[in-house]
């Protein structure tokens, strides 16, 4: 895992996959964000290792983030 610095978005995407999966549509209705900005963010956390993608617009906290896969 590589750090980053987080912005406002990236604090709120950790946030609620916190709380379980979730897709960049529910993210951004849930927060008044923009899908495409959503989604864009969510990318940059997966190839910084904080984020991974588990099926096609499906995304979960990594559980280890000193591991890869």
């Known amino acids: 895992m590589t750090d ?5 978005t990236d604090r709120v995407i950790l ?3 916190r ?3 979730c897709t960049p549509s ?3 209705d849930e927060h008044d964000y923009s899908r495409q900005n959503v989604t864009n963010r969510l ?4 190839e910084h290792g904080y984020v ?3 099926h ?4 979960e906290l990594v559980k280890d983030p000193g591991q890869t896969n």
Do not use: F, S, W
Request: aromatic share 8%; proline share 4%; no cysteine.
């Open 26 to 28: 529910y993210i951004a």
């Open 43 to 46: 990318n940059r956390l997966v």
């Open 56 to 59: 096609t617009g499906l995304y």
């Open 52 to 54: 991974d993608k588990v």
């Open 4 to 8: 980053i610095k987080l912005n406002p």
């Open 19 to 21: 709380e379980g999966r």
């Open 15 to 17: 946030q609620m996959l």
